[in-house]
C-alpha cells in the first residue's frame, strides 16, 4: 500500500494541535493558580494510532507501523484521593476543637478567675462582712454590709449561671441554624446532587469532567469541617456521601432531612463539638456550679439555724432574709455574736470554696485542652493542605517552565510542517522542469 | 516536595499567625505582669490561686479580728487600770477611817468620799468603746449599771468572743459582775473585803494581759501567714518579668524575621528571570 505524500503535513498538525492543546491547559493552570479546591491539570500526550501499511513496505517484504504523531489521549486531574482524606479528617477535628475553644473561652472569661471581682473574691467578702457583723453585732451597718454582700455573691451565682445557659442557647441555636433547611449543609447537599448529575451526564458523553470533581471535592471539603464526612462512589462517577450517621446525598437525591432524628451524631466537626457543648460541657458546668450555690446555701443555713439563703441552685439563690435588720448576729442578748462567728468560720470548714476553685480548674482545663487540639490540629490541617498542594496546587514556575517546552514544541512541529511544504513545493512546481 | 506558589505564602502566613500569636501572650504578661489571666493559661494553678486568695481574705479577715479584739483588750485594761486605782484610793481612806485618831467628821467626810469614789468605779466600768459597753457581757447595748438600779449589774454573764484564727476563739471581755461583784465591798470599810476585791481586779487585769499577749501573737502568726500566702500566690499567677521581657524581645526578632523572609520569599518567581 503506497503512503501519502501528505502523511507527514498530517503529523505536524497533530503536533501543532498537541502542543497547543498543552499551551492551552498550562493558561487553564495559571488562570486558576489561586482558584480554592482547583486541581493542576495535564494534558497526556500519546504517540497516535501508527499507520499499517501492507507487506512491502520494508525491503524484506513485510509491512509497517508507521508513526503518526501525537494525539492528546486524555486530560489528566492530578489529584490523590487519599490525601483529601486526610484533609478532610484534620478540617473536621480543627473545627471541632475551634468551636468547643471559643464557647469554652467564652465561659471562662464569664468565670473570670482568678480576679478580684470573681464569685471566689465576693465569696471572701460576703465571710468578711460576716467577720465584720461578728466583730459589731450591734451594728445596723453591718447588718446591712453581710446583706449587701450576700446579695452581691447571689447575684454574681445568677450572672454566671445566665451566661452558662447563654452560652449553652446561642450553641444549640447555631448547631439550628447550620443544620436547618437554609443552612449551609443543605445547601452543599443540594450542590453535589447536582454536581452528581452533571458529572454523571459528562461521564456518559465520554468527556472528564475535571473542574465539576474539582468542585464537588471542594464542597465536600466545606462539609468535612461540620462533621465526619464518609464518601462512597456510585456508577458513573456519582457518589454517596455520609455526615455522621445521616445521608447527605445518595445518587442524585438529597438525602438531607429538614428536621434532624434525634439519634443523629456529627461524629465530630462544628456540629460535633456544639453536640458535645449543649448536652454535655456546658450543663456539666451548671450542675457544678449549682452544686456549689447548694452547698453554700446549705452551710450558711445551717450555721445561720434558719433559712439565710433561699434556693439550693446558682439561678435561684438569693438572702431569704426579709430585710437586712432582720439578720441575726447572735443568740443572745445585743453583742452576742454566735451565729455571725458561726458563718464566718465557714470561710475554712465549708466546702463551697474548694468545689468552686475545682469547677475553675474544670473549665480551664477543658478550655486549655481545646486551644491545645486546636493548635495541634492546625498543624496537622497545615501539614495535610501542604501534602495536597504539593499534589496538586500550581506552581506558577513549573507552568511557565512547561510554557516554554510547549511553545517551543508548537515551532519545531510548524518548522517540520514547512520544510514538508519546501519538499512538497519541490514535488510540484520544480518536476518536470529538468533542464529549464 | 514540589513547592506550589500557594503553599509558600500559606507557610508565611501561618508561621506570621504563629509569631503574633506568641508575641501577643509574651506582651499580654508583660503588661498585666500576671502568668495566669484566664484559668486555661494554667489550670492548676488557676485553682491554687483561687484557693489562695481565699486564704488571703481569710487571713486578713482574721487580722481584722485580732486588731478589733486588741483596740477591746486595751480598752479593757486601761479601765481596769482607773478601778484599779480607784480601789486603791477606797482602801488607802479605808485604812485611814479605821485609824482610831481619825475624828468623826473625818470619818463622815471619808465616807462621802468613798461614797464618790464607788460611783466612779461604776460609771468607769459603763465606759464604752466604739459604742458599746465593755463590761456588760454581750448586752453591750446596756450599761452595767443604771442610776435607777443602784448597785445592781444589768449586764448578762455571756463572753464576748472574737475569732482570730480558724477555729481559735478568744473570749476578750470581763464583767463587771466579775470585777466589782456587788459593788457593797468598797463602801464596807472592812479592809480584807476591799483586799480581796482588789486581789480579784488585779487577776481579771492580768487576764486580760495574758489574752493581749495571746492574741498579739496570733496577730504576728497572721502577718507571717498572710505574707507566706501573699508570696506564694505571686510564684503561682504572677509572670516572671525578666523572663517575659526576654521572651517578648525574642518573639519580635522572630516576627520581624518572618516578615523579612515572607517578603523575599514572595516576590520571587521564574517570571522575573524570563524574557
Do not use: C, W
Given at each position: 500500500m503506497p503512503i501519502s505524500s501528505f502523511l507527514g503535513l498530517q503529523t505536524s498538525l497533530r503536533g501543532l494541535l498537541a502542543q497547543q492543546r498543552s499551551l492551552d491547559v498550562a493558561a487553564h493552570n495559571i488562570a486558576n493558580a489561586?482558584?480554592?479546591?482547583?486541581?493542576?491539570?495535564?494534558?497526556?500526550?500519546?504517540?497516535?494510532?501508527?499507520?499499517?501499511?501492507?507487506?512491502?513496505?520494508?525491503?524484506?517484504?513485510?509491512?509497517?507501523?508507521?508513526?503518526?504523531?501525537?494525539?492528546?489521549?486524555?486530560?489528566?486531574?492530578?489529584?490523590?484521593?487519599?490525601?483529601?482524606?486526610?484533609?478532610?479528617?484534620?478540617?473536621?477535628?480543627?473545627?471541632?476543637?475551634?468551636?468547643?475553644?471559643?464557647?469554652?473561652?467564652?465561659?471562662?472569661?464569664?468565670?473570670?478567675?482568678?480576679?478580684?471581682?470573681?464569685?471566689?473574691?465576693?465569696?471572701?467578702?460576703?465571710y468578711d462582712a460576716w467577720n465584720d457583723l461578728a466583730a459589731h453585732p450591734e451594728s445596723a451597718g453591718s447588718r446591712e454590709a453581710v446583706n449587701k454582700a450576700a446579695a452581691t455573691l447571689a447575684d454574681a451565682f445568677k450572672t454566671l449561671a445566665t451566661d452558662i445557659g447563654n452560652a449553652t442557647t446561642d450553641a444549640q441555636n447555631e448547631f439550628t441554624a447550620l443544620t436547618g433547611s437554609t443552612g449551609?449543609?443543605?445547601?452543599?447537599?443540594?450542590?453535589?446532587?447536582?454536581?452528581?448529575?452533571?458529572?454523571?451526564?459528562?461521564?456518559?458523553?465520554?468527556?472528564?469532567?475535571?473542574?465539576?470533581?474539582?468542585?464537588?471535592?471542594?464542597?465536600?471539603?466545606?462539609?468535612?469541617?461540620?462533621?465526619?464526612?464518609?464518601?462512597?462512589?456510585?456508577?458513573?462517577?456519582?457518589?454517596?456521601?455520609?455526615?455522621?450517621?445521616?445521608?447527605?446525598?445518595?445518587?442524585?437525591?438529597?438525602d438531607w432531612p429538614a428536621s434532624l432524628p434525634?439519634?443523629?451524631?456529627?461524629?465530630?466537626?462544628?456540629?460535633?463539638?456544639?453536640?458535645?457543648?449543649?448536652?454535655?460541657?456546658?450543663?456539666?458546668?451548671?450542675?457544678?456550679?449549682?452544686?456549689?450555690?447548694?452547698?453554700?446555701?446549705?452551710?450558711?443555713?445551717?450555721a445561720y439555724g434558719s433559712t439565710f439563703f433561699g434556693g439550693?441552685?446558682?439561678?435561684?439563690?438569693?438572702?431569704?432574709?426579709?430585710?437586712?435588720?432582720?439578720?441575726?448576729?447572735g443568740t443572745g442578748a445585743a453583742g452576742s455574736n454566735d451565729i455571725a462567728l458561726a458563718v464566718q468560720s465557714l470561710r475554712d470548714s465549708s466546702a463551697a470554696g474548694q468545689q468552686y476553685a475545682a469547677f475553675v480548674r474544670q473549665v480551664g482545663s477543658d478550655a486549655d485542652n481545646a486551644l491545645n487540639a486546636q493548635t495541634v490540629a492546625q498543624a496537622a490541617?497545615?501539614?495535610?493542605?501542604?501534602?495536597?498542594?504539593?499534589?496538586?496546587?500550581?506552581?506558577?514556575?513549573?507552568?511557565?517552565?512547561n510554557m516554554l517546552r510547549f511553545q517551543r514544541g508548537y515551532q519545531a512541529s510548524a518548522r517540520a510542517m514547512s520544510s514538508i511544504d519546501d519538499m512538497l513545493d519541490t514535488l510540484i512546481s520544480r518536476a518536470g522542469r529538468v533542464g529549464l | 516536595m514540589r513547592i506550589t506558589s500557594g503553599m509558600s505564602q500559606r507557610h508565611v502566613l501561618s508561621d506570621l499567625r504563629r509569631v503574633q500569636e506568641r508575641l501577643a501572650a509574651a506582651q499580654d504578661q508583660v503588661s498585666s505582669g500576671k502568668r495566669v489571666e484566664k484559668p486555661s493559661d494554667d489550670p492548676l494553678a488557676a485553682e491554687r490561686a483561687t484557693r489562695l486568695r481565699a486564704d488571703l481574705g481569710s487571713t486578713a479577715a482574721y487580722r481584722t479580728s485580732v486588731d478589733d479584739s486588741t483596740s477591746w483588750l486595751d480598752a479593757t485594761d486601761s479601765a481596769l487600770d482607773s478601778l484599779t486605782q480607784i480601789v486603791?484610793?477606797?482602801?488607802?481612806?479605808?485604812?485611814?477611817?479605821?485609824?482610831?485618831?481619825?475624828?468623826?467628821?473625818?470619818?463622815?467626810?471619808?465616807?462621802?468620799?468613798?461614797?464618790?469614789?464607788?460611783?466612779?468605779?461604776?460609771?468607769?466600768?459603763?465606759?464604752?468603746?466604739?459604742?458599746?459597753?465593755?463590761?456588760?457581757?454581750?448586752?453591750?447595748?446596756?450599761?452595767?449599771?443604771?442610776?435607777?438600779?443602784?448597785?445592781?449589774?444589768?449586764?448578762?454573764?455571756?463572753?464576748?468572743?472574737?475569732?482570730?484564727?480558724?477555729?481559735?476563739?478568744?473570749?476578750?471581755?470581763?464583767?463587771a459582775d466579775d470585777v466589782l461583784g456587788t459593788v457593797t465591798w468598797l463602801q464596807s470599810g472592812d479592809l480584807s473585803q476591799i483586799d480581796a476585791g482588789l486581789d480579784n481586779i488585779v487577776a481579771k487585769r492580768s487576764q486580760?494581759?495574758?489574752?493581749?499577749?495571746?492574741?498579739?501573737?496570733?496577730?504576728?502568726?497572721?502577718?507571717?501567714?498572710?505574707?507566706?500566702?501573699?508570696?506564694?500566690?505571686?510564684?503561682?499567677?504572677?509572670?516572671?518579668?525578666?523572663?517575659?521581657?526576654?521572651?517578648?524581645?525574642?518573639?519580635?526578632?522572630?516576627l520581624q524575621s518572618a516578615l523579612r523572609g515572607g517578603a523575599t520569599l514572595i516576590q520571587q518567581s521564574l517570571m522575573d528571570f524570563l524574557q
Open positions: 489561586n482558584t480554592v479546591g482547583y486541581t493542576r491539570q495535564e494534558a497526556s500526550l500519546g504517540a497516535a494510532d501508527p499507520l499499517h501499511t501492507g507487506s512491502g513496505a520494508l525491503q524484506n517484504g513485510s509491512g509497517a507501523y508507521l508513526g503518526q504523531g501525537v494525539d492528546v489521549t486524555a486530560y489528566r486531574r492530578i489529584r490523590d484521593s487519599f490525601l483529601d482524606l486526610q484533609v478532610r479528617a484534620q478540617t473536621m477535628a480543627l473545627n471541632d476543637a475551634t468551636t468547643a475553644a471559643e464557647s469554652l473561652d467564652r465561659v471562662q472569661s464569664a468565670v473570670n478567675e482568678p480576679s478580684d471581682t470573681g464569685i471566689n473574691s465576693l465569696l471572701t467578702k460576703f449551609p449543609i443543605q445547601a452543599a447537599a443540594t450542590s453535589i446532587a447536582k454536581l452528581n448529575k452533571a458529572i454523571d451526564n459528562a461521564i456518559d458523553a465520554g468527556q472528564s469532567p475535571n473542574d465539576l470533581l474539582d468542585q464537588r471535592d471542594q464542597v465536600l471539603d466545606e462539609l468535612s469541617q461540620y462533621g465526619n464526612v464518609s464518601v462512597t462512589p456510585q456508577a458513573n462517577g456519582r457518589i454517596q456521601v455520609m455526615l455522621g450517621n445521616q445521608s447527605v446525598v445518595d445518587d442524585t437525591i438529597v434525634s439519634t443523629f451524631a456529627a461524629g465530630g466537626g462544628q456540629l460535633g463539638a456544639l453536640q458535645t457543648l449543649t448536652t454535655t460541657t456546658l450543663p456539666g458546668y451548671l450542675a457544678a456550679l449549682d452544686q456549689v450555690a447548694n452547698t453554700l446555701a446549705t452551710d450558711v443555713n445551717a439550693t441552685t446558682a439561678l435561684t439563690l438569693g438572702t431569704g432574709i426579709p430585710a437586712a435588720s432582720s439578720i441575726a448576729a490541617v497545615d501539614s495535610a493542605e501542604d501534602r495536597r498542594q504539593n499534589i496538586s496546587g500550581v506552581s506558577l514556575d513549573e507552568e511557565m517552565a | 486603791q484610793r477606797v482602801r488607802e481612806l479605808t485604812v485611814q477611817a479605821n485609824n482610831a485618831a481619825t475624828s468623826t467628821a473625818g470619818r463622815q467626810s471619808i465616807q462621802a468620799e468613798i461614797d464618790q469614789l464607788t460611783e466612779q468605779a461604776k460609771s468607769t466600768l459603763n465606759g464604752a468603746y466604739d459604742g458599746r459597753y465593755l463590761f456588760s457581757g454581750t448586752a453591750t447595748n446596756q450599761p452595767p449599771y443604771t442610776a435607777a438600779t443602784g448597785d445592781a449589774y444589768q449586764g448578762d454573764t455571756s463572753a464576748v468572743v472574737r475569732q482570730i484564727g480558724p477555729g481559735v476563739s478568744v473570749q476578750v471581755n470581763v464583767t486580760i494581759g495574758a489574752t493581749t499577749n495571746r492574741v498579739t501573737a496570733a496577730g504576728q502568726r497572721l502577718d507571717d501567714l498572710g505574707d507566706i500566702t501573699t508570696k506564694l500566690l505571686s510564684n503561682t499567677e504572677d509572670a516572671d518579668l525578666p523572663q517575659a521581657l526576654i521572651d517578648l524581645s525574642s518573639q519580635q526578632t522572630a
